[in-house]
T-cell receptor
Framework: GESVGLHLPTLSVQEGDNSIINCAYSNSASDYFIWYKQESGKGPQFIIDIRSNMDKRQGQRVTVLLNKTVKHLSLQIAATQPGDSAVYFC??????????FGQGTRLTINP | NAGVMQNPRHLVRRRGQEARLRCSPMKGHSHVYWYRQLPEEGLKFMVYLQKENIIDESGMPKERFSAEFPKEGPSILRIQQVVRGDSAAYFCASLPTSGSYNEQFFGPGTRLTVL
């Protein structure tokens, strides 16, 4: 089966610094890898995704890197802002099937 | 275009009572997923439904839990004879068509507390 894990449960960064959140997965037969942001009391919010045949994708202030050799996924947030404080989840998605979520990393921004 | 709607947002039940959670997908979306999130954990898949069909219920507990998505009206997640361990946040997400979009839109969730 598929499983997703994260290296750190919490991450603190200074405002303005870059943040890197990591994720490891066990099953590579997934079409998409997705990052979600969840603020307190809210549902997950899509940030960015990457297809399994890509190794890098950039969005606005965010970059996702996929290393299929070591089954590792990372989310980089540039110039972290207070509004970036949240729990970040990576997830696997295959076809029309379910999303498999990791445990989550809580990102805290220090002023 | 309204997003995914869930109600109630908060639900308190005593042990043994029934909980009914409702999810209205985004307009034009005919696929609904339900997930459960325990405190400080990631979301766990429960069930995937299309209109009038259960496609995948591999994440649903075998007893007390049921889900439906009728032709008209919202999707319902029903928990009978609730126990304290059912306390969690329940999220639904919708997709426009099967496999055509990799971004599930999530609702705000229903937080169930069992006393």
């Amino acid at each position: 089966g598929e499983s997703v894990g994260l290296h750190l449960p919490t991450l603190s960064v200074q405002e303005g610094d870059n943040s890197i959140i990591n994720c490891a997965y066990s099953n590579s037969a997934s079409d998409y890898f997705i990052w979600y942001k969840q603020e307190s009391g809210k549902g997950p919010q899509f940030i960015i995704d990457i297809r399994s045949n890509m190794d890098k994708r950039q969005g606005q202030r965010v970059t996702v890197l996929l290393n299929k050799t070591v089954k590792h996924l990372s989310l980089q947030i540039a110039a972290t802002q207070p509004g970036d404080s949240a729990v970040y989840f990576c997830a696997l998605f295959r076809g029309a099937q379910k999303l498999v979520f990791g445990q989550g990393t809580r990102l805290t921004i220090n002023p | 275009n309204a997003g995914v709607m869930q109600n109630p947002r908060h639900l308190v039940r005593r042990r043994g009572q029934e909980a009914r959670l409702r999810c209205s997908p985004m307009k034009g979306h005919s696929h609904v997923y339900w997930y459960r999130q325990l405190p400080e954990e990631g979301l766990k898949f429960m069930v995937y439904l299309q209109k009038e069909n259960i496609i995948d219920e591999s994440g649903m507990p075998k007893e007390r839990f049921s889900a439906e998505f009728p032709k008209e009206g919202p999707s319902i997640l029903r928990i009978q004879q609730v126990v304290r361990g059912d306390s969690a946040a329940y999220f639904c997400a919708s997709l426009p068509t099967s496999g055509s979009y990799n971004e599930q839109f999530f609702g705000p969730g229903t937080r169930l507390t069992v006393l």
